[in-house]
Protein backbone atom coordinates (compact mmCIF):
# COMPACT_ATOMS: atom_id res chain seq x y z
CA UNK A 1 0.00 0.00 0.00
CA UNK A 2 1.00 3.52 -0.68
CA UNK A 3 2.30 5.38 2.33
CA UNK A 4 -0.03 8.21 3.79
CA UNK A 5 1.28 11.70 2.29
CA UNK A 6 0.07 14.45 4.09
CA UNK A 7 1.14 17.05 1.32
CA UNK A 8 -1.63 16.00 -0.84
CA UNK A 9 -4.54 17.06 1.32
CA UNK A 10 -3.42 20.36 0.25
CA UNK A 11 -3.55 22.57 -2.54
CA UNK A 12 0.47 23.72 -2.13
CA UNK A 13 2.89 22.12 0.00
CA UNK A 14 3.34 21.65 3.06
CA UNK A 15 6.02 20.50 5.57
CA UNK A 16 6.06 17.11 6.83
CA UNK A 17 6.30 17.47 10.76
CA UNK A 18 2.58 19.13 12.49
CA UNK A 19 5.35 21.53 14.02
CA UNK A 20 6.79 22.52 11.04
CA UNK A 21 2.73 23.35 9.34
CA UNK A 22 2.03 25.23 12.14
CA UNK A 23 5.28 27.34 12.09
CA UNK A 24 4.16 28.11 8.64
CA UNK A 25 1.17 30.14 10.44
CA UNK A 26 4.39 32.71 11.96
CA UNK A 27 6.21 32.83 8.32
CA UNK A 28 3.50 33.68 6.40
CA UNK A 29 2.61 37.38 5.09
CA UNK A 30 1.10 39.35 3.47
CA UNK A 31 3.44 38.93 0.64
CA UNK A 32 2.53 40.33 -2.91
CA UNK A 33 0.49 37.11 -3.94
CA UNK A 34 -1.32 37.59 -1.24
CA UNK A 35 -2.41 41.94 -2.13
CA UNK A 36 -4.60 41.31 -3.96
CA UNK A 37 -6.40 38.49 -2.28
CA UNK A 38 -9.52 39.43 -0.57
CA UNK A 39 -9.90 37.64 3.20
CA UNK A 40 -13.56 36.13 3.91
CA UNK A 41 -12.80 36.41 7.86
CA UNK A 42 -9.89 38.63 9.66
CA UNK A 43 -9.24 38.42 12.71
CA UNK A 44 -7.61 41.35 14.80
CA UNK A 45 -6.20 42.90 18.14
CA UNK A 46 -5.30 39.12 19.74
CA UNK A 47 -2.90 36.85 20.69
CA UNK A 48 -1.84 34.05 17.57
CA UNK A 49 -0.09 31.27 18.97
CA UNK A 50 1.81 30.00 15.69
CA UNK A 51 3.98 27.36 17.13
CA UNK A 52 6.88 28.24 14.94
CA UNK A 53 9.27 30.44 15.42
CA UNK A 54 7.88 33.71 16.18
CA UNK A 55 5.69 32.66 18.65
CA UNK A 56 2.57 35.02 18.05
CA UNK A 57 1.37 37.28 15.95
CA UNK A 58 -1.54 40.48 16.25
CA UNK A 59 -3.97 39.23 13.12
CA UNK A 60 -5.00 36.72 10.65
CA UNK A 61 -6.27 36.64 7.63
CA UNK A 62 -8.80 33.55 6.34
CA UNK A 63 -10.30 32.82 2.88
CA UNK A 64 -11.95 29.46 1.49
CA UNK A 65 -11.87 28.45 5.25
CA UNK A 66 -7.55 28.14 5.15
CA UNK A 67 -5.39 30.44 6.03
CA UNK A 68 -3.90 32.96 3.50
CA UNK A 69 -1.46 35.47 6.16
CA UNK A 70 -0.89 36.24 9.34
CA UNK A 71 0.83 39.37 10.56
CA UNK A 72 0.30 42.71 12.07
CA UNK A 73 -3.36 43.98 12.87
CA UNK A 74 -2.35 46.52 9.71
CA UNK A 75 -1.01 44.39 7.69
CA UNK A 76 -3.72 42.22 7.81
CA UNK A 77 -6.52 45.41 7.26
CA UNK A 78 -4.93 45.44 3.98
CA UNK A 79 -7.19 42.81 2.84
CA UNK A 80 -10.42 43.51 4.25
CA UNK A 81 -12.91 44.59 1.85
CA UNK A 82 -16.30 45.41 2.45
CA UNK A 83 -17.38 41.49 2.43
CA UNK A 84 -15.00 40.62 5.12
CA UNK A 85 -16.03 39.90 8.30
CA UNK A 86 -14.35 41.30 11.02
CA UNK A 87 -13.82 40.07 14.18
CA UNK A 88 -12.09 42.21 17.32
CA UNK A 89 -10.27 39.80 19.62
CA UNK A 90 -9.67 42.17 22.58
CA UNK A 91 -6.21 40.77 23.16
CA UNK A 92 -7.94 37.33 23.43
CA UNK A 93 -5.84 33.98 22.38
CA UNK A 94 -6.34 32.00 19.62
CA UNK A 95 -4.68 28.50 19.45
CA UNK A 96 -3.97 26.15 16.11
CA UNK A 97 -6.90 23.30 16.23
CA UNK A 98 -5.89 20.48 18.29
CA UNK A 99 -5.09 16.89 16.82
CA UNK A 100 -6.94 13.74 18.94
CA UNK A 101 -4.73 10.98 18.09
CA UNK A 102 -6.72 8.13 19.28
CA UNK A 103 -10.25 8.20 19.70
CA UNK A 104 -13.46 7.00 18.28
CA UNK A 105 -15.35 8.92 16.99
CA UNK A 106 -18.32 7.22 14.60
CA UNK A 107 -19.14 4.56 17.57
CA UNK A 108 -18.89 7.22 20.83
CA UNK A 109 -21.58 9.74 18.47
CA UNK A 110 -23.74 6.89 17.77
CA UNK A 111 -23.48 6.07 21.59
CA UNK A 112 -24.46 9.17 22.71
CA UNK A 113 -27.50 8.71 20.61
CA UNK A 114 -28.33 5.65 21.83
CA UNK A 115 -26.89 4.30 24.86
CA UNK A 116 -26.87 5.72 28.94
CA UNK A 117 -23.97 8.23 28.83
CA UNK A 118 -22.54 6.60 32.74
CA UNK A 119 -19.62 9.34 32.82
CA UNK A 120 -20.71 9.95 36.43
CA UNK A 121 -18.79 10.52 39.62
CA UNK A 122 -20.73 7.86 41.74
CA UNK A 123 -22.36 4.42 41.64
CA UNK A 124 -25.44 5.76 43.15
CA UNK A 125 -25.70 8.12 40.18
CA UNK A 126 -24.85 5.83 37.74
CA UNK A 127 -27.87 3.36 39.28
CA UNK A 128 -30.39 6.57 39.12
CA UNK A 129 -29.17 6.72 34.81
CA UNK A 130 -29.98 3.15 34.62
CA UNK A 131 -33.14 2.86 36.75
CA UNK A 132 -34.59 5.69 34.68
CA UNK A 133 -33.73 4.29 31.29
CA UNK A 134 -35.05 0.92 32.63
CA UNK A 135 -38.80 2.66 33.30
CA UNK A 136 -38.51 4.04 29.70
CA UNK A 137 -37.76 0.36 28.05
CA UNK A 138 -39.66 -2.43 27.81
CA UNK A 139 -39.36 -5.41 30.38
CA UNK A 140 -36.80 -7.93 28.82
CA UNK A 141 -35.07 -5.54 26.60
CA UNK A 142 -31.44 -4.73 26.80
CA UNK A 143 -30.57 -1.53 28.84
CA UNK A 144 -26.95 -0.21 27.68
CA UNK A 145 -24.28 2.04 29.16
CA UNK A 146 -20.91 3.72 28.18
CA UNK A 147 -18.41 5.56 29.20
CA UNK A 148 -18.25 4.49 32.79
CA UNK A 149 -14.75 4.95 34.37
CA UNK A 150 -14.34 3.21 37.89
CA UNK A 151 -11.17 6.04 38.91
CA UNK A 152 -13.78 8.70 38.48
CA UNK A 153 -16.55 7.56 41.07
CA UNK A 154 -16.76 8.51 45.13
CA UNK A 155 -16.92 5.00 46.02
CA UNK A 156 -13.78 3.70 44.91
CA UNK A 157 -14.30 0.18 43.74
CA UNK A 158 -16.39 -1.52 40.46
CA UNK A 159 -19.75 -1.81 39.99
CA UNK A 160 -20.79 -4.80 40.75
CA UNK A 161 -23.80 -7.70 39.47
CA UNK A 162 -25.74 -7.14 42.69
CA UNK A 163 -25.25 -2.76 41.82
CA UNK A 164 -26.62 -3.59 38.75
CA UNK A 165 -29.44 -5.98 39.47
CA UNK A 166 -30.51 -3.48 42.27
CA UNK A 167 -31.30 -0.65 39.04
CA UNK A 168 -33.22 -2.97 36.76
CA UNK A 169 -33.82 -6.76 37.58
CA UNK A 170 -36.05 -6.99 34.95
CA UNK A 171 -33.59 -5.94 32.03
CA UNK A 172 -30.73 -7.35 30.86
CA UNK A 173 -27.92 -4.71 31.27
CA UNK A 174 -24.77 -3.78 29.95
CA UNK A 175 -22.30 -0.72 30.75
CA UNK A 176 -19.16 -0.54 29.17
CA UNK A 177 -16.13 0.81 30.43
CA UNK A 178 -14.36 4.06 28.95
CA UNK A 179 -11.66 2.40 27.87
CA UNK A 180 -13.02 -0.26 25.55
CA UNK A 181 -11.43 -3.77 26.98
CA UNK A 182 -14.06 -4.00 29.39
CA UNK A 183 -18.06 -4.04 30.69
CA UNK A 184 -19.95 -4.63 33.51
CA UNK A 185 -23.22 -7.41 33.71
CA UNK A 186 -25.88 -7.67 35.68
CA UNK A 187 -27.72 -11.01 36.70
CA UNK A 188 -30.17 -11.39 33.48
CA UNK A 189 -27.33 -10.55 30.57
CA UNK A 190 -25.25 -13.01 32.26
CA UNK A 191 -28.54 -15.84 31.21
CA UNK A 192 -29.04 -14.82 28.07
CA UNK A 193 -25.48 -14.91 27.47
CA UNK A 194 -25.00 -18.60 28.55
CA UNK A 195 -22.59 -17.61 31.13
CA UNK A 196 -23.01 -19.07 34.88
CA UNK A 197 -20.64 -18.73 37.53
CA UNK A 198 -18.97 -22.15 36.47
CA UNK A 199 -17.86 -20.91 32.86
CA UNK A 200 -14.03 -20.78 32.60
CA UNK A 201 -12.84 -18.25 31.40
CA UNK A 202 -11.61 -18.07 27.55
CA UNK A 203 -8.59 -17.35 25.60
CA UNK A 204 -7.10 -13.72 26.11
CA UNK A 205 -10.43 -12.73 28.49
CA UNK A 206 -11.64 -13.19 31.79
CA UNK A 207 -14.37 -13.14 34.25
CA UNK A 208 -13.61 -10.96 37.65
CA UNK A 209 -14.42 -13.62 40.27
CA UNK A 210 -14.62 -13.12 44.07
CA UNK A 211 -11.66 -14.31 45.83
CA UNK A 212 -13.60 -15.75 48.67
CA UNK A 213 -17.10 -16.70 47.24
CA UNK A 214 -15.39 -17.88 43.49
CA UNK A 215 -18.80 -16.14 42.13
CA UNK A 216 -18.78 -13.84 39.41
CA UNK A 217 -18.71 -9.98 40.15
CA UNK A 218 -20.29 -9.23 36.81
CA UNK A 219 -16.62 -7.27 35.98
CA UNK A 220 -15.63 -8.56 32.57
CA UNK A 221 -12.26 -8.44 30.86
CA UNK A 222 -11.31 -8.63 27.08
CA UNK A 223 -12.39 -11.87 24.89
CA UNK A 224 -14.87 -12.52 27.41
CA UNK A 225 -17.15 -10.22 26.21
CA UNK A 226 -17.85 -11.89 23.07
CA UNK A 227 -20.26 -13.97 25.20
CA UNK A 228 -22.54 -10.75 25.41
CA UNK A 229 -21.76 -8.83 22.40
CA UNK A 230 -23.24 -12.00 20.11
CA UNK A 231 -26.43 -11.76 21.70
CA UNK A 232 -26.69 -8.05 22.58
CA UNK A 233 -29.23 -7.05 19.45
CA UNK A 234 -27.30 -3.80 17.95
CA UNK A 235 -29.55 -2.20 15.15
CA UNK A 236 -28.93 1.18 13.01
CA UNK A 237 -29.21 2.57 10.13
CA UNK A 238 -27.05 4.46 7.94
CA UNK A 239 -28.82 7.54 8.47
CA UNK A 240 -27.94 6.87 12.70
CA UNK A 241 -24.68 6.53 11.79
CA UNK A 242 -24.80 9.66 10.30
CA UNK A 243 -26.54 11.47 12.67
CA UNK A 244 -23.73 10.09 15.23
CA UNK A 245 -20.97 11.31 13.34
CA UNK A 246 -22.57 15.15 13.00
CA UNK A 247 -23.67 14.95 17.26
CA UNK A 248 -19.67 13.72 18.00
CA UNK A 249 -18.40 16.41 15.44
CA UNK A 250 -20.04 19.19 17.25
CA UNK A 251 -19.10 17.45 20.64
CA UNK A 252 -15.53 17.63 19.74
CA UNK A 253 -14.91 20.78 17.57
CA UNK A 254 -16.46 22.60 20.62
CA UNK A 255 -13.54 21.69 22.41
CA UNK A 256 -11.63 22.78 20.00
CA UNK A 257 -10.52 19.52 18.52
CA UNK A 258 -10.71 19.69 14.58
CA UNK A 259 -8.79 16.07 13.64
CA UNK A 260 -9.11 13.08 14.81
CA UNK A 261 -7.91 9.68 14.32
CA UNK A 262 -10.27 7.06 14.26
CA UNK A 263 -8.57 4.18 15.78
CA UNK A 264 -10.84 1.40 14.93
CA UNK A 265 -12.16 2.70 11.80
CA UNK A 266 -14.90 0.30 9.51
CA UNK A 267 -16.32 0.49 6.42
CA UNK A 268 -19.68 1.95 7.57
CA UNK A 269 -18.25 4.41 9.90
CA UNK A 270 -15.98 5.38 7.07
CA UNK A 271 -19.10 5.79 4.45
CA UNK A 272 -20.88 7.53 8.04
CA UNK A 273 -18.05 9.94 7.80
CA UNK A 274 -18.42 10.64 4.10
CA UNK A 275 -22.50 11.02 4.54
CA UNK A 276 -22.01 13.16 7.07
CA UNK A 277 -19.29 15.85 5.57
CA UNK A 278 -21.48 15.61 2.13
CA UNK A 279 -24.18 16.83 4.26
CA UNK A 280 -22.18 19.76 5.46
CA UNK A 281 -22.23 17.99 9.29
CA UNK A 282 -18.61 17.09 9.45
CA UNK A 283 -16.86 19.83 11.61
CA UNK A 284 -13.66 17.27 11.86
CA UNK A 285 -10.72 16.28 9.68
CA UNK A 286 -10.75 12.38 10.00
CA UNK A 287 -8.05 10.47 9.55
CA UNK A 288 -9.53 6.47 9.17
CA UNK A 289 -7.32 3.78 10.73
CA UNK A 290 -8.93 0.80 9.84
CA UNK A 291 -9.50 -2.19 12.04
CA UNK A 292 -7.83 -4.89 11.25
CA UNK A 293 -11.45 -7.17 11.51
CA UNK A 294 -12.37 -5.25 8.45
CA UNK A 295 -9.10 -4.84 6.36
CA UNK A 296 -9.76 -7.88 3.91
CA UNK A 297 -13.48 -6.24 2.73
CA UNK A 298 -11.31 -3.10 2.34
CA UNK A 299 -8.28 -4.28 0.61
CA UNK A 300 -10.74 -6.61 -2.16
CA UNK A 301 -12.99 -3.61 -2.32
CA UNK A 302 -9.48 -1.93 -3.59
CA UNK A 303 -9.51 0.53 -0.93
CA UNK A 304 -5.61 1.72 0.13
CA UNK A 305 -3.96 3.69 2.56
CA UNK A 306 -4.05 7.44 1.39
CA UNK A 307 -7.33 7.15 -0.56
CA UNK A 308 -9.80 10.15 0.84
CA UNK A 309 -10.12 14.40 0.68
CA UNK A 310 -8.53 16.69 3.09
CA UNK A 311 -11.77 15.93 5.32
CA UNK A 312 -11.84 12.17 5.13
CA UNK A 313 -8.91 9.50 4.42
CA UNK A 314 -7.90 6.47 4.81
CA UNK A 315 -4.91 5.45 7.08
CA UNK A 316 -3.05 2.39 8.73
CA UNK A 317 -4.75 -0.54 9.64
CA UNK A 318 -5.27 -0.49 13.46
CA UNK A 319 -4.48 -3.76 15.53
CA UNK A 320 -4.55 -4.64 19.22
CA UNK A 321 -2.61 -6.92 20.32
CA UNK A 322 -2.88 -6.44 24.47
CA UNK A 323 -5.05 -4.93 26.57
CA UNK A 324 -5.66 -1.43 28.92
CA UNK A 325 -3.37 -0.14 31.38
CA UNK A 326 -6.56 2.04 32.55
CA UNK A 327 -8.44 -0.83 32.82
CA UNK A 328 -5.60 -3.42 34.17
CA UNK A 329 -5.98 -6.05 31.29
CA UNK A 330 -2.80 -5.53 29.40
CA UNK A 331 -0.06 -7.65 30.81
CA UNK A 332 3.14 -6.05 32.51
CA UNK A 333 6.10 -7.41 34.13
CA UNK A 334 5.13 -6.22 37.84
CA UNK A 335 1.79 -5.76 39.88
CA UNK A 336 -0.45 -2.84 39.05
CA UNK A 337 -0.19 -0.66 42.07
CA UNK A 338 -3.80 -0.48 44.02
CA UNK A 339 -6.25 -2.13 42.96
CA UNK A 340 -5.56 -5.57 40.72
Known amino acids: MQPFNPTKMFDHAIPQS ?16 FATREADLVLLNGNIVTMGNTPSAQAVAIADGKFIAVGT ?36 GLNHLREVDCDLRSIKAIQDAIRDRAANTPKGSWVLGFKYDDTKTAEGRFLTIADLDACAPEHPVRISHRGGHTMYVNTLAMKLAGVTHETPDPSGGMFDRDPASKKMTGRVKESACDAFEKVIPYAYTRNDLREGVKLISKMMTKTGVTSVHDAYGSPEYLRAYQDAHENGDLGLRVYCLI ?32 GSISERTARLSQPYLGRP
Open 73 to 108: NDEIKNLVTGRTRKIDLGGKTVLPGFIDAHSHPGSS
Open 18 to 33: RRQFLGTLATLSVAPA
Open 291 to 322: GFTHISKMIDAGIRTGMGNEWVRVGAMKMTCD
